[in-house]
């Protein structure tokens, strides 16, 4: 694998750091406490609904939904509320029944009322006929009595109510995770006065253990962060290759153009060092921008500071990496230590061999690009098959 550049580094470095940030904060700070508790809000806070998980020992897990009220305060208006506030508990408790008389259908037992202070509670004189979340759990018809205690802090009022039930279905037997709902939903009513609210440790000889499902952290991003980061190290290989493999062509094809004019300044009795310096202003002056006078350029300045040919020439072509740009060091190499009158013929020869590569080249770029022209041509075709064969099968 190519070393990375700095840039790069940074790249994948940056998204790693924002994934890991975001995978440690993506749970949120948990309200279930290591006690088993749940901070209440402060009286000038809200009341608020808390989502948790319920582990049951040797059961499994199932979520759960709690209301945890704010902590309340006194206030001297309690009777007045009191008096509009019974005709609406009385309807909300008969929850669709015509009357207490003519009980159909399961009761509602809240704990409070929206707009109200109130702290409700229900008991019934026989539980197995109605719960105390005001199922109708009886299979016959029969009468009972329920006991309301309505209460805000130390102030309370009681009243019981005749009920006469006609059950029409018949309610099954409560499961663990059920009873442990029944234990959450009175939960809240225990001691209101108290800052925290405390999750039932076992049901019906089941250890139970709770934990917040928002504070949960997700793996998730921690997976799309590493994959972001993965696939920026693909692409930035890939966009490296694809460079190194442009820069190649691009060398390749301006290569038999800088051999063609060291023959033609070595014809007219320039030493070797002067022609590259003339084929490097050439490019100057007419502006190319082709990676191989980039090359050519820092050969020039190593050889003006000092560094021999042989060796200036030895670093230009491991620079460019090319079998050609070798084979022309080489033969610019043994001038340089042997001499030879023969060097203008010999660079004459790959020259030409140069430009015939080129022309090889250009063929089966052409051959490519009409491949690559197949895949369309035959969607076309299939396009022009539909719009002629669709209207020929409709007129039939």
């Not at 029409?168 to 663990?176: A, G």
């Not at 799309?224 to 290759?241: E, N, P, Y």
């Not at 084979?327 to 042997?338: F, I």
């Not at 660079?347 to 895949?375: H, M, N, P, V």
Request: charged share 30%.
């Amino acid at each position: 694998m190519a070393k990375l550049s700095s840039r790069e580094i940074i790249v994948i470095a940056v998204i790693l750091l924002l994934t890991l940030i975001a995978f440690l904060r993506s749970g949120s700070e948990s309200v279930i406490t290591e006690e088993g508790t749940i901070i209440r809000e402060d009286y000038t806070g809200k009341d608020r609904s808390v989502s948790l998980v319920a582990d049951i020992e040797n059961v499994g897990s199932k979520e759960y939904e709690i209301d945890v009220s704010k902590r309340q305060l006194s206030y001297e208006e309690i009777e007045k509320l009191y008096k509009d506030f019974y005709p609406i508990l009385i309807n909300t408790m008969l929850n669709g029944n015509s009357s207490s008389d003519m009980i159909t259908g399961d009761l509602c037992f809240p704990d409070s009322i929206e707009g109200y202070p109130f702290e409700i509670s229900f008991s019934c004189k026989d539980r197995d006929c109605i719960g105390y979340d005001g199922k109708l759990l009886a299979s016959e018809s029969g009468k009972t009595e329920i006991t309301c205690q309505v209460s805000y802090l130390d102030w309370k009022k009681d009243f019981i109510l005749s009920a006469e039930y006609h059950p029409e279905l018949y309610s099954p037997q409560k499961d663990i995770p059920e009873m442990l709902e029944e234990s959450l939903i009175d939960i809240d009513k225990i001691d209101p006065l108290e800052d925290h609210v405390s999750l039932p440790p076992e049901v019906d000889g089941h250890k139970v253990t709770y934990y917040d499902p928002e504070s949960k952290k997700n793996p998730l991003i921690l997976l799309l962060g590493i994959s972001a980061a993965f696939m920026v190290l693909i692409a930035a290989q890939k966009d490296r290759k694809d460079e190194k493999k442009k820069r190649r062509e691009e060398i390749q094809h301006e290569y038999p153009v800088v051999l063609q004019k060291m023959v033609m300044y070595l014809s007219s009795g320039i030493n070797i060092r002067n022609c590259w310096i003339r084929i490097y202003e050439d490019s100057v002056i007419m502006k190319r921008k082709n990676p191989i006078y980039r090359e050519i350029e820092e050969m020039i300045n190593e050889i003006k500071t000092g560094i021999s040919e042989e060796t200036a020439y030895t670093n230009f072509s491991n620079r460019v990496a090319l079998p050609e740009v070798t084979r022309m060091t080489s033969l610019l190499s043994q001038n340089l230590r042997k001499g030879s009158t023969d060097i203008s013929n010999l660079l004459s020869e790959e020259a030409g061999q140069a430009f015939e590569d080129r022309k090889r080249r250009a063929k089966i770029k052409g051959e490519e690009a009409g491949t690559a022209l197949l895949g369309p041509m035959i969607l076309l075709m299939i396009v022009v098959m539909v719009m002629i064969m669709v209207p020929a099968f409709l007129n039939i």
